[in-house]
């Protein structure tokens, strides 16, 4: 029982080149997320999926888009990366509403 | 908009050490109160939870918080520190059955052995 899995773990990027983070969880939990982790700002999430075939907007969505694959996959992705991205990216699943998130390992991404 | 605030953001306390964290947020309802802990270099883990029922909840490691409902309150509590518990401490909160959760900023905690 892996949890949640993000890869890749360390990424750089050039500005304007494009990359897809990518989580699955094994917990078949309905809800998804993927936040951004910055020093001083906490987690500030970027998109959620509530359930399967849903997504939704967070504080932070500009610049990225997210698919919800299956159940257990939700990938992020940045079209035109930009240094104000460079960031912890963390995934996490839930049951849904009211109960506890399980997080990944996160992803470390560099643009220069 | 609902906020969580966490008023202390470095901590920095010797071996043996009692702790609080504070956490508060706007929020009047129903609310799912979380603490996490993000270890250096790891991903956040349940520190503990409270849904409803007793406001003293305990927590894995010796942690325990209180829910205050009148002070809109859910301080972390630990008796004697270790050197381990060297983290970051973030506060969450849930609306009712809302899918997301509203995170403070982060505490950092340092220990000095």
């Known amino acids: 029982n892996a949890g949640v899995t993000q890869t890749p773990k360390f990424q750089v990027l050039k500005t304007g080149q494009s990359m897809t983070l990518q989580c699955a969880q094994d917990m078949n939990h309905n809800s998804m997320y993927w936040y951004r982790q910055d020093p001083g700002m906490g987690l500030r999430l970027i998109y959620y999926?509530?359930?399967?075939?849903?997504?939704d907007k967070g504080e932070v969505p500009n610049g990225y888009n997210v698919s919800r694959l299956n159940k257990r996959e939700f990938s992020l992705r940045l079209e035109s990366a930009a240094p104000s991205q460079t960031s912890v990216y963390f995934c996490?699943?839930?049951?849904?509403?009211?109960?506890?998130?399980?997080f990944g390992p996160g992803t470390r991404l560099t643009v220069t | 908009a609902q906020s969580v605030s966490q008023h202390n953001h470095h901590v920095i306390l010797s071996e043996a050490a009692s702790l609080e964290l504070g956490c508060n947020y706007s929020?009047?309802?129903?609310?799912?109160l979380f603490w996490y802990v993000q270890y250096p270099g790891q991903h956040l883990q349940l520190l503990l939870k409270y849904f409803s029922g007793d406001p003293l909840v305990k927590g894995i490691k010796g942690f325990e918080a209180e829910f205050i409902k009148s002070k809109f309150s859910f301080n972390l509590r630990k008796p004697s520190v270790q050197w381990s518990d060297t983290a970051e401490y973030f506060c969450?909160?849930?609306?009712?059955?809302?899918?997301?959760?509203?995170f403070g900023r982060g505490t950092s905690l340092i220990v000095h052995p």
């Open positions: 996490a699943s839930s049951e849904g509403g009211r109960t506890e998130q399980y």
């Open positions: 999926s509530a359930s399967e075939g849903t997504t």
């Open positions: 969450a909160v849930n609306k009712g059955g809302s899918y997301i959760p509203t």
């Open positions: 929020y009047g309802g129903t609310v799912n």
